[in-house]
T-cell receptor, first 113, second 115 residues
Framework: AQSVTQLGSHVSVSEGALVLLRCNYS??????LFWYVQYPNQGLQLLLK??????LVKGINGFEAEFKKSETSFHLTKPSAHMSDAAEYFC???????????FGTGTQLKVEL | DTAVSQTPKYLVTQMGNDKSIKCEQN?????MYWYKQDSKKFLKIMFS???????INETVPNRFSPKSPDKAHLNLHINSLELGDSAVYFC??????????????FGPGTRLLVL
């Protein structure tokens, strides 16, 4: 079975600081990995996804993530946090047999002045 | 234009009642999903339909019954509601051609509160 683990349920950064949200995966086959963002009282929006084309994936709003097979990681980064980045972030792995998404437990990002 | 829409947005009801949540997508996708997000924000898939056929059915009580009248709609009917059913229910849709590579697009969610 495939799974993802998000370390840190809450992350707090200062505006302008580096954002690093951690995600590690467990998979017996090459994984397809996703980062979604959920703003308060809204649905999930795709930030970026890894589908084996390139290990460094660039997404929307200045976010990017690097797939590291040796570390089984897919951490999300942004060089400079903005107040509007405050939200819940979910890492997910997809499996075949119907495109089932398995989500991590989420990381709430807080951005402080 | 709303890509994936759900109605109602909020639903407050008594234990034991039966309720339905509707979902529609205008993205031309052939696959639709229902996810449940609990109070700790944990998201878990419940069902998936491809061209009106059930393809994913997780361990969900049989009080939950999805219905897909056509590939643009996937409704969720819940019988005999229980307190533990209180959650946010998200509908999503995608293509299925490349299976696990496909992006799922989520609706805004339906916040269900069972009293």
């Amino acid at each position: 079975a495939q799974s993802v683990t998000q370390l840190g349920s809450h992350v707090s950064v200062s505006e302008g600081a580096l954002v690093l949200l951690r995600c590690n995966y467990s998979s017996s086959v090459p994984p397809y990995l996703f980062w979604y963002v959920q703003y308060p009282n809204q649905g999930l929006q795709l930030l970026l996804k890894y589908t084996s084309a390139a290990t460094l994936v660039k997404g929307i709003n200045g976010f990017e993530a690097e797939f590291k097979k040796s570390e089984t990681s897919f951490h999300l980064t942004k060089p400079s946090a903005h107040m509007s980045d405050a939200a819940e972030y979910f890492c997910a792995v997809a499996t075949g047999g119907g495109n089932k998404l398995t989500f991590g437990t989420g990381t709430q990002l807080k951005v402080e002045l | 234009d709303t890509a994936v829409s759900q109605t109602p947005k909020y639903l407050v009801t008594q234990m034991g009642n039966d309720k339905s949540i509707k979902c529609e997508q205008n993205l031309g996708h052939d696959t639709m999903y229902w996810y449940k997000q609990d109070s700790k924000k944990f998201l878990k898939i419940m069902f998936s339909y491809n061209n009106k056929e059930l393809i994913i059915n997780e361990t969900v009580p049989n009080r939950f019954s999805p219905k897909s009248p056509d590939k643009a709609h996937l409704n969720l009917h819940i019988n005999s509601l229980e307190l533990g059913d209180s959650a946010v229910y998200f509908c999503a849709s995608s293509h299925l051609e490349r299976e696990a590579q496909e992006t799922q697009y989520f609706g805004p969610g339906t916040r269900l509160l069972v009293l």
